[in-house]
């Protein structure tokens, strides 16, 4: 096998090999997800998001996803960061209704919010299946697009810095034997670096651990006691989610955010895979899924999906790009949530891990943002160039905390990344100058996803 080459169909490497090669998808993700119910959980003071619940609704909105998509896209749709800030803000309202509610109590009002949000992507599905793909994504040359990937990849680094930080040394290991699989790696060994460099850093976190070496802030490399406590065999807490104007005004504007952070990671699968998906099966679809999967999660207690750009970097790694591979980390996703202790064994995974693996994966979502600006040839002699990507890249890597804005009794939060793609559109648009004309490179366009 030559292992250089791009794969299609996994089926050839045989079930066993894919069934790994669905793990390391499901350790790539993991982290993440997983994050984000341990954040809102710090919001609601305890009384928050359920991991087994968030990881059932990745799963499963991953497989509605694809089912969507026609079974083409390898996507997998973990949870979303951006409407952190919303969960943030719905845990502390306390006028009106929400004055003398519990934690716990709001927390269903959030949800309500992000089953609306999700709604809204069929809103600009629809617009797509009306005008045409086409008509849309000409205001989305690769001038805009790439600068976005770029800033998709960078804007996860400082997460990746963070956690390896919390033990270099581990860190630093579970990267060489990413690289050394990578680059020196032969037929099955070559395409799971990922998985490869997350079980020998976790040998080597056991060891480590056992000598009585801690992390830098002192606290100690691995902790079994969260597995001791879970059960073997248990049901996602399911949550049914409740609507009111109020958290729905928090909620539901975000999925601007995310709506641009969707579209930007299609084209980025689109640049990795070098396949079609913006046309076939089309962007309607891909947003209808990933909508459609953000309001299931949202209506159960399960915070909203996005496509993930920790897998898209496992995709260009390992250069496997059979969409079958996605839906069994989907599946492992959904069966570790009814198995409480097995989803606490990954969840001692160290963070520094973590950090050490997405060094790689967070670098090569950047990588594609460039090479989408290569193979479209864009000039960046011309100023208007310049002044769009480099506006694009300060709003999405220097809006840390993105903007903030109240309308009425309202606060709204735009991430910086939704920034960034809004303000890169509205100067694609208005300065004069453009040197892109959709359709004359369509080897460029192709691999944008974009095809005349």
Not at 221 to 246: E, Q, R, S, Y
Not at 417 to 426: E, N, P, Q, R, T
Request: hydrophobic fraction near 55%.
């Amino acid at each position: 096998m030559n292992s250089s080459q791009p794969i299609y169909d996994a089926s050839k490497l045989g079930y066993g090999k894919m069934a790994i090669l669905g793990i390391q998808h499901l350790f790539a993700m993991f982290g993440a997800t997983i994050l984000v119910p341990i954040l809102v959980n710090s919001y609601f003071h305890g009384e928050g998001l359920s991991i087994q619940v968030t990881l059932f609704f990745a799963g499963l909105g991953t497989i509605l996803f694809h089912f969507l998509a026609k079974w083409k896209v390898p996507a997998f749709l973990g949870s979303s960061f951006a409407f952190l800030g919303g969960f943030a803000t719905v845990a502390e309202l306390k006028s009106g209704k929400f004055a003398d509610m519990t934690y716990g109590q709001k927390l269903p009002y959030a949800c309500g919010g992000i089953v609306v949000a999700g709604l809204l992507y069929l809103i600009l599905a629809l617009i797509i299946r009306g005008v045409g793909v086409k008509k849309v994504m000409r205001f989305l040359p690769p001038i805009v697009t790439g600068p976005i990937i770029i800033c998709i990849g960078l804007g996860l680094a400082p997460s990746a810095i963070s956690n390896a930080s919390m033990n270099w040394p581990l860190a630093l290991i579970a990267l060489a034997v990413v690289i050394v699989f990578n680059i020196w790696g032969k037929g099955m060994f070559k395409i799971i670096p990922i998985l490869l460099g997350v079980v020998i850093s976790y040998i080597a976190a056991v060891i480590m651990n056992a000598m009585g070496m801690t992390n830098a802030d002192g606290s100690a490399i691995l902790n079994f006691a969260p597995i001791a406590k879970a059960g073997f065999v248990g049901l996602p807490p399911f949550v049914l989610a409740k609507f009111d104007l109020t958290a729905i005004f928090v909620m539901a504007p975000i999925a601007i955010a995310s709506m641009m952070e969707h579209i930007g990671d299609i084209s980025a699968i689109s640049a990795t895979t070098e396949q079609n998906f913006i046309q076939d099966p089309g962007l309607h679809r891909t947003l209808v899924g990933d909508g459609l999967a953000t309001a299931l999660a949202g209506m159960f207690g399960g915070p909203a999906n996005t496509t993930y750009g920790e897998n898209t970097g496992v995709l260009e790694l390992s250069k496997v790009y059979d969409p079958k591979v996605i839906r069994l980390a989907a599946c492992y996703a959904i069966v570790l949530s009814f198995i409480p202790k097995m989803a606490q064994v990954i969840g001692t995974m160290p963070s520094a891990i973590i950090g050490g693996i997405s060094f790689i994966l967070y670098g090569m979502i950047s990588a594609i943002g460039i090479r989408n600006m290569v193979e479209n040839q864009v000039d960046f002699t011309k100023s208007r160039n310049l002044i769009i990507a480099a506006v694009i890249m300060v709003c999405g890597l220097g809006l840390g905390d993105g903007a903030t804005f109240t309308i009425g009794s309202v606060t709204i939060t735009l991430t910086s990344l939704a920034i960034a793609s809004i303000v890169g559109i509205v100067l694609n648009a208005v300065l004069p100058g453009n040197d892109y004309e959709f359709g004359v490179n369509p080897h460029g366009d192709e691999n944008r996803g974009i095809h005349v």
